[in-house]
C-alpha cells in the first residue's frame, strides 16, 4: 500500500453508529489497497453514495468508499503497526455524541468535509 494520509475522524451519526464512538480513517488510492485475503471481507450499503467493509468473521470495521471515489477509507486499527500516521483533524462535529468532547486542539470542521 502506498502511503496513506493522515487519520480524518468523523463524528457523523452514521459512524457512530458503525464503530459505536466516532469513527477515524486514513486514505489511499483504491488501486494502491492490497488485501492478503477477503475471505471473510463483507460490505454493506450504508448510503446511496457509500458502502462500507467489515470483517464477516468478528464484525470489525475496516473500510468506507464513496462509490464514486478514486479512493478508500481505512481504519487504521486494520494496519499492522507502527503506521506513523497521526490524526490530523475532525469532521461532522456538528453530530458529535454527546458522550465525548472534541478538545485535542485539532480543527474540527461542522460538515463533512474540511471546508465545511
Known amino acids: 500500500m502506498t502511503q496513506p494520509t493522515d487519520v480524518i475522524a468523523c463524528h457523523c451519526k452514521t459512524c457512530r453508529r458503525v464503530s459505536g464512538y466516532y469513527w477515524a480513517a486514513t486514505h489511499v488510492a483504491r488501486t494502491a489497497l492490497v488485501i492478503d485475503s477477503d475471505e471473510t471481507l463483507a460490505w454493506w450499503a450504508s448510503s446511496d453514495i457509500a458502502e462500507r467493509g467489515f470483517c464477516n468473521r468478528c464484525g470489525s470495521s475496516l473500510f468506507y468508499r464513496l462509490h464514486d471515489a478514486d479512493r478508500i477509507s481505512v481504519a487504521p486499527g486494520a494496519l499492522d503497526g507502527p503506521t506513523g500516521l497521526a490524526t490530523a483533524t ?19 470542521h461542522s460538515g463533512p468535509t474540511v471546508n465545511g
Not at 90 to 108: K, T
Open 90 to 108: 475532525h469532521i461532522c462535529c456538528a453530530e458529535a455524541g454527546d458522550y465525548y468532547r472534541l478538545d485535542d486542539g485539532l480543527p474540527c
